[in-house]
T-cell receptor, first 111, second 113 residues
Framework: GENVEQHPSTLSVQEGDSAVIKCTYSDSASNYFPWYKQELGKRPQLIIDIRSNVGEKKDQRIAVTLNKTAKHFSLHITETQPEDSAVYFCAASISGNQFYFGTGTSLTVIP | NAGVTQTPKFQVLKTGQSMTLQCAQDMNHEYMSWYRQDPGMGLRLIHYSVGAGITDQGEVPNGYNVSRSTTEDFPLRLLSAAPSQTSVYFC????????????FGNGTRLTVT
């Protein structure tokens, strides 16, 4: 099955700085890559996603890049704010089935 | 729409007891799945279903059973609870379209003593 690796496991940044979280996947058939944010005690919620026919997608302060050749995708958060503090998960899926998740990155934004 | 509804929110079991975690969705999603979340382990897929009458195993299926008799419901059964099954369980659904993300329920926190 698919194996998704995520780094780093913890990340601390100063407010206003950028944060980057990286994931790799193993199955070249994976074609959909969502990112989820999970606040303490809450459910994971989708923040951005990218399909395999797109190399980059941006939504305000959040962007995701995909390198299909290297099987690598990354989440970029610019101008970080304290409310960005949470655990972030990447995932890989084959056509909307069997979503496999990374182990998560705990992001702390220091005011 | 209520989305994905999980019950109960919390449960404490003794070793050897059985129970069913309930999951229902009102979005007419074909795909439903169960994950367990443990510290440092991320979200691990237990079982999933691509439609009524069809189920399959994920990464960590041992000790769990599922069935899918209707599109809306996807219960997870713990046959004989063990302390290793102490975890937070999430149900999630998707309409299986290529550009469709998972929608999660609010989770069930299970403790097995």
């Amino acid at each position: 099955g698919e194996n998704v690796e995520q780094h780093p496991s913890t990340l601390s940044v100063q407010e206003g700085d950028s944060a980057v979280i990286k994931c790799t996947y193993s199955d070249s058939a994976s074609n959909y890559f969502p990112w989820y944010k999970q606040e303490l005690g809450k459910r994971p919620q989708l923040i951005i996603d990218i399909r395999s026919n797109v190399g980059e997608k941006k939504d305000q302060r959040i962007a995701v890049t995909l390198n299909k050749t290297a099987k690598h995708f990354s989440l970029h958060i610019t101008e970080t704010q304290p409310e960005d503090s949470a655990v972030y998960f990447c995932a890989a899926s084959i056509s909307g089935n069997q979503f496999y998740f990374g182990t998560g990155t705990s992001l702390t934004v220091i005011p | 729409n209520a989305g994905v509804t999980q019950t109960p929110k919390f449960q404490v079991l003794k070793t050897g007891q059985s129970m069913t975690l309930q999951c229902a969705q009102d979005m007419n999603h074909e795909y439903m799945s169960w994950y367990r979340q443990d510290p440092g382990m991320g979200l691990r897929l237990i079982h999933y279903s691509v439609g009524a009458g069809i189920t399959d195993q994920g990464e960590v299926p041992n000790g769990y059973n599922v069935s899918r008799s209707t599109t809306e419901d996807f219960p997870l059964r713990l046959l004989s609870a063990a302390p290793s099954q102490t975890s937070v369980y999430f149900c999630a659904s998707s309409d299986r379209a290529w550009n469709s993300p998972l929608h999660f329920g609010n989770g069930t926190r299970l403790t097995v003593t």
